[in-house]
């Protein structure tokens, strides 16, 4: 079946640090792969997307390249904010299936 | 009101009780989901409903027992519930249930925080 995997948290990073996390995936055919976000209070939202081998899905300065020989998506931010502590959710969608999500990562930018 | 809402946002109920959970969407889509989010877990997918009909059931429970009255609504009744089904409870909906990525992108609403004593 499909599944997600991504890195534990809780990160913690300062200001303007660079951000990964990472990301891999099990699934059957050629999944769309997502990045969604959770800020506090508030329910998940589209980060970005990617729907096929080499696609660069970007957003906000976030950016996560489909690369389906690593079956990976990891997320990276070359400069990141306080404005962006929030858990963040790696998902996938085989065809004709719902979104599996991964378990989620707590970022935390300190000033 | 835009977007996807619930209500109500925190609830408190005994495992005798009986409540709802109601999520309602202004985006005219037709298709609806309920996801249960526990704290280091992935989202759980617990119903989808798609032209007010249930087109998947992963497994859940017989004391969670939603219901769709028109492609705008969805309720998720509770009864006798346990302590261990406490957890935020998201709604989602999208334009529809299958298609390309455009398609079927899920817009969430901000969830029901509940706890079961």
């Known amino acids: 079946g499909d599944s997600v995997t991504q890195m534990e948290g809780p990160v913690t990073l300062s200001e303007e640090a660079f951000l990964t996390i990472n990301c891999t995936y099990t699934?059957?055919?050629?999944?769309?792969l997502f990045w969604y976000v959770q800020y506090p209070g508030e329910g998940l939202q589209l980060l970005l997307k990617?729907?096929?081998?080499?696609d660069k899905g970007s957003n906000k300065g976030f950016e996560a390249t489909y690369r389906k020989e690593t079956t990976s998506f990891h997320l990276e931010k070359g400069s990141v904010q306080v404005s962006d502590s929030a858990v963040y959710f790696c998902a996938l969608r085989s065809p004709a299936r719902q979104l599996t999500f991964g378990s989620g990562t707590q970022l935390t930018v300190l000033p | 009101e835009t977007g996807v809402t619930q209500t109500p946002r925190h609830l408190v109920m005994g495992m005798t009780n009986k409540k709802s959970l109601k999520c309602e969407q202004h985006?005219?889509?037709?298709?609806m989901y309920w996801y249960k989010q526990s704290a280091k877990k992935p989202l759980e997918l617990m119903f989808v409903y798609n032209f007010k009909e249930q087109t998947e059931n992963n497994s859940v429970p017989s004391r969670f027992s939603p219901e769709c009255p028109n492609s705008s609504h969805l309720f998720l009744h509770l009864h006798t519930l346990q302590p261990e089904d406490s957890a935020l409870y998201l709604c989602a909906s999208s334009p529809r249930i299958a298609g390309g990525p455009t398609y079927n992108e899920q817009f969430f609403g901000p969830g029901t925080r509940l706890t079961v004593l």
């Open positions: 990617a729907t096929k081998a080499d």
């Open positions: 985006l005219g889509h037709n298709a």
């Open positions: 699934a059957t055919g050629y999944p769309s």
